[in-house]
């Protein structure tokens, strides 16, 4: 709660959490959409995991950053909804 409170305010504190809130989120969300991305665009690596260049041509060179970063902006809008969604739920069911 009070994570949220800090977060609707507008001056240097929130920037603050938000950035590192960013931070601590980029970990856990690479590890789950890089697999993703070498399965959508049919890459066969050998089980490393990264954004640079494989050797595998214009795929992994340019198509790769920015399929990741699109899947990466549809997951957070997703759990950007479930928080939405599971919060009202929450509020009707303890009123």
Same mark, same amino acid.
């Given at each position: 709660?009070?994570?949220?409170?800090?977060?609707?305010?507008?001056?240097?504190?929130?920037?603050?959490?938000?950035?590192?809130?960013?931070?601590?989120?980029?970990?856990? %969300? !690479?590890? =789950?959409?890089?697999? &993703?991305?070498?399965?959508?665009?049919?890459?066969?690596?050998?089980?490393? /995991?990264?954004? #640079?260049?494989?050797?595998?041509?214009?795929?992994?060179?340019? %198509? !790769?950053? =920015?399929?990741?970063? &699109?899947?990466?902006?549809?997951?957070?809008?997703?759990?950007?909804?479930? /928080?939405?969604? #599971?919060?009202?739920?929450?509020?009707?069911?303890?009123?």
């Amino acid at each position: 709660m009070i994570l949220i409170k800090i977060l609707k305010r507008k001056d240097a504190s929130s920037l603050i959490v938000a950035i590192l809130l960013a931070l601590i989120i980029t970990q856990p %969300l !690479s590890s =789950v959409t890089l697999p &993703l991305v070498d399965k959508i665009l049919f890459n066969h690596n050998t089980g490393s /995991y990264s954004m #640079g260049f494989n050797g595998n041509g214009w795929k992994d060179e340019y %198509l !790769s950053p =920015v399929v990741w970063a &699109l899947l990466q902006i549809v997951i957070l809008e997703l759990l950007g909804w479930v /928080y939405v969604i #599971g919060r009202k739920l929450a509020v009707r069911r303890s009123k």
